[in-house]
């Protein structure tokens, strides 16, 4: 029996973000015994999705993180690799920020190279100033380049690079009947969480910067100033998670904010929601936001996300400047929203169902492999 081609993904972690969620999502449902997913990643911590990926024939490799100083160790750490692992043919990049480093390594070693864009921005500072330097030479090393928008792949790798053909769109695609709604899962989520008369605003993201938890918090306080029963869930984790607390605590809402963390039952928890939030300040995509279409939410949005995000006519955006009180005025408004429909079909059509976009992964695979 033919053994399945193996493709190397490069991730910094193996913990429930939207890269991560997406490399998943196409993993669990590619055809393993044509195609086997690998993972190197920047770190020997115990991530969330390691145990799954085990259990599915993949294997785990790490490479020390990237520091700036260890240039050279980086470097050589690659070189090792590749002479000690040659059973791959395809390297999926989804780390950029290094990119340009190792992709250009595994092309003296006879790689398909391919780079993955999942963001339109690499944040301020020196350190973002330093990442836009290296991962400019990208789009001269790469094979092939994808992203999940075509904003994130204009950001990365340039308006001219749209035009070529080896630049791809890959939809971050849902398996859309997780998300279907459903009334018993909804009651289950909310009688667990004694929320059961309670209109839920729901937030799915990593606390940090580009999320703008800050803006969340004072739009949430402006509803709960006018509807006394709203309560906000927050899904996710991160560094900046102790500084809302403090916010939600000064602001005397802890009694209002429900902190889940990082949760593997994210359909279910959109099912307990009314309505979704998603100030982001940039987004590659947003894919949490199909997601909440897909679970029949009505979803309000910053300008900034992606226009490839609105595949129903359930999200509406608001540009981040606006006042408080239009975002607040929104979120009441619908906060009589009983009527949640089954928006299946729509995901299907908007090409977000995965069962669609996983073949066109695992054809594109193949033939690339083919023809080495």
């Given at each position: 029996?033919?053994k399945?081609?193996r ?13 991560e ?13 044509k195609v ?17 990926i ?9 490479i020390?993180q ?5 240039f050279?160790?980086?470097k050589?750490?690659w ?11 395809i ?22 190279t ?20 290296l ?5 001269y ?6 992203a ?5 792949g ?5 308006e001219?690079?749209?035009?070529r ?6 939809k971050?695609?849902i398996?859309s ?28 993201g990593?606390?940090?910067n ?6 969340l918090?004072?739009?949430f306080n402006v ?5 006394k029963?709203?309560?906000l869930?927050m ?12 916010k ?5 809402l802890?009694?209002?904010?429900i ?5 593997p ?22 894919i ?13 949005v ?12 359930l999200?509406?955006s608001?540009?981040?400047n ?12 619908h906060?009589?929203n ?12 908007s090409?977000?169902d995965?069962?669609?976009t ?12 083919s023809?080495?």
């Amino acid at each position: 029996m033919k053994k399945p081609i193996r493709v190397l993904h490069v991730l910094g972690r193996l913990n429930r973000g939207g890269a991560e969620t997406m490399v998943m999502n196409l993993y669990r449902n590619i055809d393993r015994s044509k195609v086997q997913f690998d993972f190197i990643i920047h770190t020997n911590d115990k991530c969330d999705y390691d145990d799954e990926i085990l259990s599915l024939g993949g294997v785990i490799h790490n490479i020390p993180q990237f520091n700036g100083k260890n240039f050279l160790q980086y470097k050589m750490a690659w070189h090792r690799f590749f002479k000690s692992h040659s059973e791959y043919k395809i390297i999926h990049g989804h780390v950029r920020s290094t990119a340009s480093i190792y992709l250009w390594i595994a092309k003296r070693y006879g790689l398909i190279t391919i780079a993955h864009s999942h963001s339109t921005s690499s944040g301020v500072g020196i350190s973002a100033f330093v990442k836009n330097i290296l991962q400019y030479p990208i789009r001269y090393i790469a094979d092939y380049l994808i992203a999940c928008s075509k904003s994130a792949g204009q950001w990365l790798f340039g308006e001219k690079v749209l035009k070529r053909n080896n630049f791809i769109i890959l939809k971050n695609a849902i398996d859309s009947q997780q998300y279907t709604y459903d009334q018993d899962k909804r009651l289950k989520i909310r009688k667990e969480l004694h929320i059961e008369d309670k209109f839920v605003i729901g937030h799915v993201g990593r606390f940090n910067n580009s999320k703008n938890h800050d803006l969340l918090i004072d739009i949430f306080n402006v509803v709960h100033n006018r509807e006394k029963k709203s309560i906000l869930m927050m899904v996710g984790d991160g560094e900046l998670r102790p500084n809302i607390e403090k916010k939600i605590s000064d602001l005397g809402l802890m009694n209002s904010v429900i902190f889940l963390g990082v949760r593997p039952d994210i359909p279910e928890l959109l099912q307990s929601m009314d309505c979704f939030l998603f100030p982001s300040i940039f987004e590659g995509l947003g894919i949490v936001a199909i997601e909440a279409q897909a679970a029949g939410l009505p979803c309000l949005v910053s300008n900034s996300i992606p226009e490839e995000t609105y595949i129903t006519d359930l999200i509406e955006s608001l540009p981040l400047n606006c006042s408080l009180d239009q975002w607040a005025e929104w979120i009441i408004l619908h906060s009589n929203n009983s009527k949640r429909e089954n928006m299946t079909e729509e995901v299907k059509r908007s090409g977000y169902d995965i069962h669609h976009t996983v073949q066109s992964v695992q054809n594109f695979y193949l033939e690339k492999c083919s023809e080495l």
